[in-house]
Nanobody
Framework: VQLQASGGGLVQPGWSLRLSCAASGTIFSINYMGWYRQAPGKQRELVATITRAGSTNYADSVKGRFTIIRDVAKNTVYLQMSSLKPEDTAVYYC?????????????WGQGTLVTVSS
């Protein structure tokens, strides 16, 4: 499975941004896709996941602001981020897993940098 992430950039606090992650390869083996992020000096953390069945899961810090959406026909998952805060600044990674443990995805895409600053 290959994951191609895109959509990062520099935005001001309060703005919105959408990240995209296109999956290719042995898609049938994937049970979930998700977004993770790593801020400078911090550990990587889960942001949001969506399962093959459509169930979603969010970190408490982004609930109500971020939405994970999937386009099955395009094998693409999006992370719609709104009301962005400076603390959302991080490298965002797309990932996918075959199992149900969101803490250990099997596949990782390259990161895309999101900077929230005035």
């Amino acid at each position: 499975v290959q994951l191609q992430a895109s959509g990062g950039g520099l935005v001001q606090p309060g703005w919105s941004l959408r990240l995209s992650c296109a999956a290719s390869g042995t898609i049938f083996s994937i049970n979930y896709m998700g977004w993770y992020r790593q801020a400078p000096g911090k550990q990587r953390e889960l942001v949001a996941t969506i399962t093959r069945a459509g169930s979603t899961n969010y970190a408490d810090s982004v609930k109500g602001r971020f939405t994970i959406i999937r386009d099955v026909a395009k094998n693409t998952v999006y992370l719609q981020m709104s009301s962005l805060k400076p603390e959302d600044t991080a490298v965002y990674y797309c990932a996918a897993g075959r199992g149900s443990d969101y803490s250990t995805p099997n596949y990782w895409g390259q990161g895309t940098l999101v900077t929230v600053s005035s």
